[in-house]
Structures are given as C-alpha cells and as structure tokens.
C-alpha cells in the first residue's frame, strides 16, 4: 500500500522563532539554505506522495507565492484559513476535505525531515495497514536535540499508545489518519489532542518507535544551535 495524500501544517504564527518570522512564515524558515517546507513537500514526494494540502493563516501569500515558483513535482494546493486559525485538529480535518475516506499522512515541518527516516515511513504504513488504526510516529525524548521536551506517549506491546505519568516518548510531528477519526467534530479551532485522547481511551491509536535522532526547530534558540549542528 502507497498513501498518495498528505498535509503539512503551515498555519501557525511561528512566535518563538522572533525575530525571523516577523517577516517570514516558520515554514519558509531556511537550514543550509532550503526552507524546512520544502525539505518537508521532498520527502513526501521521496514516499511517492501525489497530492499535498499545505493549511496556511500567517503571511499566507508568501507561502503561496514560494509554492507557485518553485513548481514541484506532485500536485498542491493551499488551504488558507482567512478569518482565523483552525488549530491541529481543525486545520487537519479542513485541509483533507478532498481526501474523503482515503489514508493521508500528516506533517509538521518543523521537524526536519531525512531520508533516514523513510524506512520508518514504510513501517508506519504496514503498523497502520496491520491494525487498521490512525498510527503516529514517536520517539524517545532521549534522542530529541532540542532537550527542554517532556514525554508525550508511552507505547504498550501492543504498540497502543498509551498517556501515562511517565510518558518516555514524544510525537515526531509524523502521523496517518483517516477523517473518520473527527466523526462528528465540526470546522472550528480544536487541538488534536482531544482527538488523540478520544482515540487511546477506546485503544484505537497505534504507534511506532523512530531510531534517528530527532530534529526539531522548537524555537529560535534551538534554531541557532541545530544551524551550528
């Protein structure tokens, strides 16, 4: 199985990344001189991705004039949210009206996404294949440059993700879904995590445990140290 649809999260104001993004949207934020969206749209296309969605709010013609001139390969289209932003959750089950009851994967770009982790892509697809079950990506807080993040999940060996006091692993930012995981929730701004909730109190969110070292651009700070790294 190929999941052909996507959405990366583009929608949100970037505030820890002052003073940068006073004049630029975080997704066009540049390391080694590409922006961490377009490094997200090529490893997308990297898995065979035909169709992306990009939820936009912040500086939204900016966004969209760098994805008219850069003509990439597979076919995208901006979701922009005019009057205000949708959140996580909103903004994911706006952006995938297209995708009606097909697999998608979600991305947020702010993680900086490798050919290292398409194997782990792949397993993602079978673990969410095998079980039928909206899969996210998680990795050990251990592995995580940025050190300041606390746990999120914890897995069973079941691989259900699990909330619990001692949460060891945290969300890379990667996840499949299909709408049917928002039911009866209507366009407004929700977070995805009432969703996640919902999801591990009826068992039925899966996950898988990354092995690469996790790059995330949390704020400026971290942004500075991961251009030195």
């Known amino acids: 199985m190929k999941i052909k649809k996507a959405i990366i999260l583009g929608a949100g104001f970037g505030k820890r990344m002052y003073p940068i993004t006073k004049k630029i949207p975080k997704p066009l934020v540049k390391i080694k ?10 490893f997308l296309i990297s898995l065979g ?10 500086l939204h013609n900016k966004i969209s004039s760098f994805v008219k001139n850069k003509k990439f390969s597979c076919k995208i289209d901006l979701v922009f949210e005019k009057k205000k932003i949708l959140n996580t959750g909103g903004g994911i089950l706006n952006s995938s009206k297209k995708f009606k009851k097909q697999a998608f994967f979600v991305l947020n770009p702010d993680t900086l996404w490798r050919k290292e982790y398409k194997k782990e892509f792949k397993n993602l697809i079978k673990i969410y294949q095998k079980n039928n079950k909206p899969a996210m990506l ?13 746990g999120d999940f914890n897995l069973n ?4 993700v699990l909330r619990q006091k001692n949460n060891k692993l945290i969300f890379t930012g990667a996840q499949i879904l299909t709408r049917s995981v928002f039911k009866s929730k209507k366009i407004k701004p929700f977070s995805m995590n009432k ?15 990354s092995k690469q070292k996790f790059l995330h651009i949390n704020n400026y700070k971290i942004y500075r140290k991961l251009i030195k790294y």
């Open 138 to 150: 998680l990795i050990s807080k251990n592995k995580s440059f940025d050190k300041s993040f606390k």
């Open 49 to 58: 991705v035909k169709h992306i969605v990009i939820n936009t709010h912040y």
């Open 157 to 160: 060996s079941r691989k259900q």
């Open 33 to 42: 001189n590409k922006t961490i969206l377009e490094n997200s749209i090529n």
């Open 195 to 209: 969703v996640w909730d919902n999801l591990i109190k009826k068992k039925e969110l899966v996950g898988i445990v």
